[in-house]
Nanobody, 126 residues
Framework: QVQLVESGGGLVQPGGSLRLSCAAS????????IGWFRQAPGKEREGVSC????????YYADSVKGRFTISINNAKNTLYLQMNSLKPEDTAVYYC???????????????????WGQGTQVTVSS
């Protein structure tokens, strides 16, 4: 059974950094698209970043471009999101999600992902 477990969230001051992890099990990280989404209170869930196995290309939302970096450790089946220069508007629950058996390139619509983690809270506040 596919399982995604996020970790690494917490409380950080503006300008600080966090590194989120998503431990994946139940599938091999091959022919997939995997990424991060976030949802703030009262707002819709939005795509943050995504990486495609087809060509290794990445996608970043304009709001995080230049501050966040997505990466994968295939040996550990773990997805990461390095978040730097955090802003209060980055406050949200962050989710990882995977679309398996696909060679599609990112970005991929939220509704097309197969499996989701339960999220980790990131709070950016002074």
């Amino acid at each position: 059974q596919v399982q995604l477990v996020e970790s690494g969230g917490g409380l950080v001051q503006p300008g600080g950094s966090l590194r989120l992890s998503c431990a994946a099990s139940g599938f091999t990280l091959d022919y997939y698209a995997i990424g991060w989404f976030r949802q703030a209170p009262g707002k819709e869930r939005e795509g943050v970043s995504c990486i495609s196995s087809s060509d290794g290309s990445t996608y970043y939302a304009d709001s995080v471009k230049g501050r966040f970096t997505i990466s994968i450790n295939n040996a550990k089946n773990t997805l990461y999101l390095q978040m730097n220069s955090l802003k209060p508007e980055d406050t949200a629950v962050y989710y990882c999600a995977v679309r398996v058996e696909t060679k599609r390139l990112c970005p991929i619509d939220l509704m097309e992902y197969d499996y989701w983690g339960q999220g980790t809270q990131v709070t950016v506040s002074s």
